[in-house]
């Protein structure tokens, strides 16, 4: 083993721990800011309890992203630094937009969102946290497209060796980014929703075995089936743009990355009226070619073609990526994907309201069942399993590029580190990632415990005394200066 090799390890294991966060964060922030919305609309109590505690949980995903992030950033000029010169011109605008605009934004209305309780206006402290979300996505937006850059560049030339950015606005709409955008961030929504389900799952279930019911105070229901339902129904909304967009990214590889089509299908060799196969051994016939171009009888180019391909093109190497690693992760992708899916369109059905022809009394939410509950806490982690699934599809597949076409992952480390130095940052970076995961889980774990926490009532509004008044009256000349 090589410094690149433990240097790419690195970097898969910090953004796979630090990728955790990330949809979370943008699926549940969206959540809260509904929440609050529907506190501000209707002023009913038990919006607020959910608001702040489901709040809370996202603050301290927020804070662990943040953390987690910046070590990436240390990582393009410890490990990657040839990497980092050939890209620098073109990254150059999309990080500095994510940065200067998106997390300044996020950051600075989070702060005013946590600190605007009872000293804000509803209104006023309700926009904060909308502002909050718009800025995560924003965020979320500039890193995609610098992403899709490298799996897919445009608007640049190469000058002195180095990419020189031609059109700002060709990259930041890069075909490619306009299909991955829409298909991680519905996929973030999945991972909230499947992280809601579980917390709501867990206090059902505790509910049931303390006997209790209508703790939330919301005339005699649970509290938890409010956000049950609503995780439920952004869970299958975003599950049909995932699938949507994932269509999208299938059409975009077979033009742009065939190679990593290939391998995700397992083909090897070209092949007119190309199979899908959802495990070795069974083959759906033309549907891998339909997928790729609506049309079943198209060619698709297969791994070994490719390979004599890009020898020809650009000289000798194995232009292959790790093929196991690149076909499971795409089965695992789909079936944890599916499943989660799957579940909220049967926790839909299963916690629907009765027909309008049932008499009034009658027409009352369906009892949520234990079993249903339980499946959602043990479904925790086929969301996130899922999204890092896809993760790998994605940046292994592009393997032996870190730049497609352009600049080869062997050419793009650091030359002046060493194999001792690498393995020292790594070994620093897994211990204090395994610490940091172990707060996280503590705090999660202590919250979701604890649960909503109660809502003292707003204090009436008296008429001032005369004393008060006199008061005032004797500190206005104070405040005037």
């Keep these: 083993m090589d410094a690149l090799d433990l240097a790419r390890w690195q970097f898969g294991v910090t953004t796979v721990y630090h990728f955790l966060f990330v949809p979370l964060t943008i699926g549940l922030g969206v959540f809260v800011a509904g929440l609050q919305t529907a506190w501000y609309r209707t002023g009913k109590e038990h919006y607020l309890r959910l608001t702040k505690f489901f709040g809370k949980l996202f603050l301290i995903n927020f804070a662990m992203g943040v953390v987690t992030g910046i070590v990436q950033e240390f990582q393009f000029g410890m490990n990657w630094s040839e990497y980092s010169i050939f890209v620098g011109d073109v990254f150059g605008a999309p990080l500095a937009l994510e940065a200067l605009l998106a997390f300044f934004l996020e950051s600075t209305f989070i702060g005013l969102w946590i600190f605007g309780w009872d000293r804000l206006p509803r209104r006023v402290h309700l926009a904060t946290i909308w502002a909050a979300v718009i800025g995560s996505n924003l965020s979320a937006y500039f890193i995609l497209a610098a992403n899709a850059w490298m799996k897919h560049p445009v608007g640049y030339e190469v000058v002195d060796g180095k990419a020189r950015m031609t059109d700002l606005w060709a990259v930041l709409t890069n075909s490619t980014a306009l299909a991955q955008v829409p298909h991680v961030i519905a996929g973030a929504f999945v991972v909230a929703g499947g992280f809601v389900l579980a917390v709501c799952g867990h206090h059902l279930l505790r509910e049931r075995r303390s006997g209790g019911r209508g703790t939330g105070g919301t005339g005699g229901a649970s509290i938890w089936r409010t956000p049950m339902r609503a995780a439920l129904l952004m869970t299958a ?20 990355q065939p190679m990593k089509l290939a391998s995700a299908e397992g083909l090897r060799y070209d092949t007119a009226g190309a199979p899908f196969s ?4 069974l083959e759906v016939p033309m549907l891998l070619s339909f997928l790729a171009t609506d049309d079943p009888n198209a060619v698709v180019q297969g791994t070994e073609d490719l390979q004599a391909r890009y020898e020809e ?12 690693v690149v076909f499971w992760s795409f089965r695992v992708m789909i079936v944890f994907g599916l499943s989660t899916v799957g579940l909220s369109v049967l926790g839909l059905w299963l916690t629907r309201r009765r027909r309008r022809g049932t008499p009034v009394t009658a027409r009352v939410p369906r009892e949520i069942p234990a079993w249903f509950a339980r499946a959602c806490v043990l479904a925790l982690p086929l969301p996130a399993v899922a999204m890092i699934s896809g993760w790998l599809l994605s940046e292994i597949g592009r393997q032996p590029w870190t730049v497609q076409g352009e600049l080869l992952t062997a050419a793009s480390v650091s030359p002046g580190v060493s194999l001792a130095e690498v393995a020292v940052s790594l070994a620093v970076f897994t211990a204090l990632y395994g610490a940091l995961a172990l707060a996280e889980a503590v705090l999660l774990t202590r919250h979701v415990k604890a649960g909503p926490e109660p809502v003292a009532p707003a204090a009436p509004r008296t008429p001032p005394s005369r004393d008060d008044e006199s008061a005032d009256a004797r500190l206005q000349p104070t405040l005037m200066y």
Excluded: T
């Design 278 to 281: 959802p495990v070795p051994g």
């Design 313 to 324: 093109r650009f000289g000798p190497g194995d232009y292959r990526p790790n093929l196991p």
């Design 237 to 256: 909304i975003a599950g049909a743009l995932v699938a949507g967009s994932g269509d999208m990214s299938a059409k975009l590889l077979y033009e742009q």
